[in-house]
């Protein structure tokens, strides 16, 4: 059973155009978020987080929103660019209330940008 | 570089085959992780260690599969009598310690099993 859900496998945006990245969990147990970027042969990124206290964290040109109620949280990138263009998975862990730092990854997107 | 590494990062083997893969994590990273990602599959957790605690053992799928940490240094995940459904890229990570810190990752071992 995927606790963590990206129903789009690909996503194809306009430069500089805004990129939306979503992401759907199961567990309300959930209290941590994360999202990566993850280039052809290489291992996955550190983008932005966002904890269950907040329902936004904004850094430079991502911004994560999270609602709890919908156990949905989004990735925006504005403007994008065609170097964003990756695989961008999300991840979701207990952390908070379980101690644990176990993260269940979602399936990935795969963002193109187009010039 | 200061970064994770793995090695080999890439490796054919017959089934029925032992492998063994190696994780560096960077130097100070006291809580080390095994994940897996076969082909259109999200990152499939396996194995968590933290400092001389007893690991998180829950994700790994069958008895076949083990790992070891020296302290809080090298990694090695073993699999024992491979299998072609082993096939896939196996991703380490490390991070600061037992916290939500970001986790940064290795570049993978990609395992095909014929």
């Known amino acids: 059973d995927q606790q963590v859900k990206q129903n789009s496998p690909s996503l194809s945006v306009q430069e500089g155009r805004i990129s939306i990245l979503n992401c759907d969990y199961t567990?309300?147990?959930?209290?941590?978020f994360l999202w990566y970027k993850k280039y052809p042969a290489e291992g996955p990124t550190f983008l932005i987080s966002?904890?269950?206290?907040?329902d936004k964290n904004e850094d430079g040109r991502f911004t994560v929103f999270l609602n709890k109620s919908a156990k949905h949280l989004s990735l925006h990138i504005v403007p994008s660019q065609p170097g964003d263009s990756a695989v961008y998975f999300c991840?979701?862990?207990?952390?908070?209330?379980?101690?644990?730092?176990?993260?269940?990854f979602g399936t990935g997107t795969r963002l193109k940008v187009l010039a | 570089g200061a970064g994770v590494s793995q090695s080999p990062s890439n490796k054919v083997t017959e089934k029925g085959k032992d492998v063994e893969l190696r994780c560096d994590p960077i130097?100070?990273?006291?809580?080390l992780y095994w994940y897996r990602q076969r082909l259109g599959q999200g990152l499939e957790f396996l194995i968590y260690?933290?400092?001389?605690?007893?690991?998180?053992k829950s994700g790994l799928p069958s008895d076949r599969f083990s790992a070891e940490r020296t302290g809080e240094s090298v990694s090695t995940l073993t699999i024992q009598r491979t299998q072609q459904e082993d096939s896939a890229v196996y991703l380490c990570?490390?991070?600061?310690?037992?916290?939500?810190?970001?986790?940064?990752f290795g570049p993978g071992t990609r395992l095909t099993v014929l």
């Open positions: 990570a490390s991070s600061l310690g037992s916290s939500y810190n970001e986790q940064f």
């Open positions: 567990n309300s147990m959930f209290d941590y």
């Open positions: 966002i904890s269950s206290i907040k």
């Open positions: 991840a979701a862990s207990e952390a908070f209330i379980s101690g644990t730092y176990k993260y269940i």
């Open positions: 130097s100070g990273h006291t809580a």
């Open positions: 260690f933290q400092g001389n605690s007893a690991p998180d």
